[in-house]
């Protein structure tokens, strides 16, 4: 079972800048899509950036301007370059497949996340 390791989150001030990396424990990129997503307290879990096996990305207009999502194949590693913090950014924030898929040891659809907090 695949594991993926989010890590990047912060404390960080509106209009700041964070980069969030997932590590994967094996080539995961060709022939499927990845995504970022993210739930803040009290809501739902929300998709934030999606990546293709072909590298087309695509965002919800909440983050599209603002958030980029990228990957590096020969580190097995994605990335979300978050820009222009906004507080509503607040969220943890979660990288898996795109639909989402079991991964880890325990076989559950999410790991533990980084968290990412905008302060106004």
């Known amino acids: 079972q695949v594991q993926l390791v989010e890590s990047g989150g912060g404390l960080v001030q509106a209009g700041g800048s964070l980069r969030l990396s997932c590590a994967a424990s094996?080539?995961?990129?060709?022939?499927?899509?990845v995504a970022w997503y993210r739930q803040a307290p009290g809501k739902q879990r929300e998709l934030v950036a999606v990546i293709t096996s072909g590298g087309i990305t695509n965002y919800p207009d909440s983050v599209k301007g603002r958030f980029t999502i990228s990957r590096d194949s020969a580190k097995n590693t994605m990335y979300l370059q978050m820009s222009s913090l906004k507080p509503e950014d607040t969220a943890v924030y979660y990288c898996?497949?795109?639909?989402?898929?079991?991964?880890?040891?325990?076989?559950?659809?999410w790991g533990q996340g980084t968290q990412v907090t905008v302060s106004s």
């Open positions: 094996g080539s995961i990129f060709n022939g499927n899509s």
């Open positions: 898996n497949f795109f639909p989402p898929r079991r991964i880890g040891p325990t076989n559950e659809y």
